[in-house]
């Protein structure tokens, strides 16, 4: 039975899931040992994953039974079943498992990944998510949806079959929040988005700018975590991900089909991370906060320092990283 | 040149360290290929690594130039040398990478961990940590001091040989700052330190407790992050990690060589962080604060959903980390 428990000193939580001990621990390391024949994500094995949520079809895949499939996750994080069940004194909190925790499989075929997915197949996807967000957002205890993909074992995957996660949560986690409030406070004092001003300082600048179309820009941005980490920005300010019309979306993928080969061309194939951020469910008409994309590549580890400090060392500034995509971009 | 960049929206920084990109990138991955004769932390080699900033002796190792050692990173972070230059608009943030970035090496013999070496050792080691931290709280530009240690690649270490490192800051991480927010608070409300208070209750209900001396307390953290994560807390309320005196130190040392076989019996060799949390420079005489020690085991991941909710997925309940580590102690 999952449940929630506040971290000492902190406004941030812990998940704890005893069911999870139970996941198939040996695919952590390496993930070539997860064969196609025995995936649980390939179709004509639906039987071994827990029954399917919702499915899409799609042209590219007219042979396949489905082209993008979600499903709850086998050793869920938190469940919609369990009761919230507050428990508090001053020093220990904890609260109730209360929540969903889905995978969504973007594709029938086992060896692929988003690099090599049509812009066309990707807009299928990111119109998935917003489909079992929105359907989510229904359930007055959840407060909001993390949408998230970890591409490779070093990134945190556990299976290489293609696919996306979605845990919906019923408190609003303190790295989303902490994001909320420092814009709601630039918002306060400059009667603009921070991330409005972003866009246009880049687009002027040009320095830390990638490729951009009409419905959105890749910039490496300022303060990058990690050499290459990328930011993908509707030019379009808005808060609620689940509002994006079919051409905003079909925009957005094809930026994607053509950043993800430059990347992949300058630092190689590696493993990454990627993090829809958007606004919690109870606030979508606040007009602070500007939905985005992170693309977080994982070259280095997460060490003692960066755990307890929340600070990230990089050695490559963002505007080297931006040109030689450019670069890149430009020889095409 | 390092600097610190401010990230957009948050008060969380990233030191951008570009001279850090000349690291033996090869030793990330595995830390097997780094031999005892090509070592840069072995004695004979002093000469490839930065000049001694201090070293220390002992009866155990009386055969050996010196028994731990403390020298600049030949890949800093931060450096003192650097100007402070804050440069500042609305949107962006920066200033200068001013502060100190140190390796101190555990011990002259290449192929051992702390889980092998004496309580004299590792009183010898923390004593380090002591003096290093001392003489930097002098330059009236840093703030605070974070010390860690991670164990094994997985735990982000580049190099095999047993070594921890120090980073003084030009400012609080948020990671720090949000502890000691929530401590501040807490004796706000209740006039105690939440740190005596959670010893106090872990000590009554010994459902957590893992196990103790006269000086110190090993117990499974109520929200562990991580299966088997442990703190060490001194049972004597004290912030000022600078200030233990001999008899707490090699009481400290006790326990930790008690601690680490039983926690590697229970599972297995590791890779793992240990992290010193103690009060920033400027706040020493600060009442709210109980300097601690953190160890975090790297069994998993860090996905795309910690990533960027700060929330940590853990199967193991910490009473049941804690029960199995006591019936490994009760049986020896």
Known sequence: MPKLRKRLLLDE???LAPERADRPRHLDLSLSSAKADTCPFCPENEAITPPTIASWRSEEFAEEPWAVRAIPNK???LRVEEPVQPHSDR??????GVGAHEVIIESPHHDTSWESLSATHLALILGAWRQRMTDLRGDRRLRCAMLFKNHGA???ATLAHVHSQLIALPLVPS???????????????TGRCAICDMLKRERQSGERLVIENDAAVAVAPYASRTPFEIWILPRDHHGDFMAADPSLVAG???LIEKLLPLWSE????????L???CLPFDLLDEPYYHWHLELLPRTGQVAGFEWSSNIYINPTPSEVAARHLRNLASRR
Chains 1, 2 share one sequence.
């Open 13 to 15: 939580w812990v998940i």
């Open 75 to 77: 050793f869920p994080a």
């Open 91 to 96: 020093l220990y909190e904890s609260i109730g």
């Open 154 to 156: 070093r990134a945190g």
């Open 175 to 189: 790295g989303l929040q902490a994001e909320l409030d420092g814009a709601r406070e630039y918002f306060k004092d």
């Open 252 to 254: 957005i993928a094809e």
């Open 266 to 273: 300058a630092i190689g194939p590696v493993a990454y991370n």
């Open 275 to 277: 993090v829809l951020h």
